[in-house]
């Protein structure tokens, strides 16, 4: 029982933590909200999230919460894979242009 | 064609050079191009060992990159720079030392002729075929990766002698720094209609330029970034 509550109060945190995030835009301070509601749910009423797995051919909803949180860590790995490429694509074309510049001054 | 026209065309026609790391070579394979090509360009791609060093004193232009890009990258910035000094014809050339002078000279001699908008070297057509057994694999493979994606018939996708009109190479606008660029300018090229024409050409091949080229592996790399690409674009 002494997690439970520890796991409520992180994400409780968490959700205090988001909300005073000035950069975050509307939308994914609402998506992130509605993941850590959620789990805060889930934390508090475990049985929930095994009716949940029943319903989707899960036996145990620490497994299905497992499954789930592995897609999710891999689409975010993704999206930060491709913003990293879209600053490398960003950064080639500064050195670039320095570069270029360089050889217009000294021919 | 006349001498008059041959010199004409040599003065219009820049080639590019991408290096990295490559002091050991890149002053014969400069000296080889100048020795026909009035214009070269290297683009020294943030290389770590003395290749600036060579290069000073030779005649060629060098455009720097104060850090490693990739060959992609590298050949996108001297393509840009020789357009910027009006190039008619440019040529893409490895440093390494593996193309013959007298290919790029035919190269742009079939480009000027018009029927055509890129000639691409390809070491699989013809007879002089040399390429040892492994590589062939490698570029085989590469070459089959680069027909699925970039809807063409190449022999030889992955071959770094290419001679390009101004038009043609204008149109490009490469994103992949890496190897993945060949197929790249190869589908670049295709969605703006250019007509490529492949020749047989010789492929010089050392110890030191097998070393210096793609592993097998590499071909997984370059499927990825092509995929990648996709989602970026």
């Known amino acids: 029982m002494t997690f439970k509550y520890f796991l409520v109060a992180v994400l409780i945190g968490f959700i205090f933590y988001l909300l005073l995030l000035p950069r975050l835009d509307a939308v994914r301070k609402a998506v992130i909200a509605f993941v850590v509601l959620t789990m805060l749910v889930f934390a508090i009423q475990p049985d929930w999230s095994t009716d949940v797995a029943h319903r989707v051919g899960v036996s145990r909803g620490v497994d299905l919460l497992f499954y789930v949180s592995h897609l999710v860590l891999f689409f975010v790995a993704f999206l930060y894979f491709l913003k990293f490429k879209k600053m490398e694509a960003r950064f080639t074309k500064l050195v670039r ?11 | 064609m006349h001498a008059n026209d041959v010199d004409e065309m040599l003065r ?3 080639v590019v050079v991408p290096a990295y790391n490559e002091s050991r070579v890149i002053g014969d394979v400069v000296r080889g191009l100048a020795a026909s090509f009035p214009h070269v360009v290297v683009v020294n791609d943030g290389s ?11 005649p060629v232009t060098v455009v720097t990159h104060h850090i490693n890009l990739g060959q992609g990258a590298a050949l996108q910035t001297g393509i840009t720079h020789a357009l910027e000094r009006g190039a008619t014809y440019i040529v893409t050339f490895d440093a390494d030392g593996q193309h013959r ?7 742009v001699r079939l480009l000027r002729e018009g029927s055509c908008d890129v000639v691409c070297g390809s070491r699989f057509l013809g ?6 057994r492994v590589r062939k694999m490698v570029l085989k493979t590469a070459v089959a990766l680069a027909n699925l994606t970039t809807g063409t018939r190449m022999t030889d996708a992955h071959n770094g002698l290419r001679a390009l009109s101004r038009r043609a190479a204008s149109c490009l606008d490469l994103w992949q720094s890496g190897m993945a660029h060949a ?28 070393a210096k080229g793609q592993s097998s592996l590499n071909s997984i790399n370059i499927l990825l970034d092509l995929v990648i690409g996709r989602f970026l674009k």
């Open chain 1, 97 to 107: 242009q320095l570069a270029l510049e360089r050889a217009r001054v000294e021919p």
């Open chain 2, 101 to 107: 002078v007298e290919d790029a000279v035919s190269a």
């Open chain 2, 127 to 132: 007879t002089g075929s040399n390429v040892p």
């Open chain 2, 12 to 14: 219009e026609t820049f």
């Open chain 2, 48 to 58: 770590s060992d003395d290749t600036a060093a060579v290069l000073k004193g030779l």
């Open chain 2, 183 to 210: 197929s790249e300018i190869i589908s670049q090229l295709r969605a703006h209609k250019m007509v490529i024409r492949e020749v047989p050409v010789q492929i010089h091949y050392t110890e030191y330029s097998l």
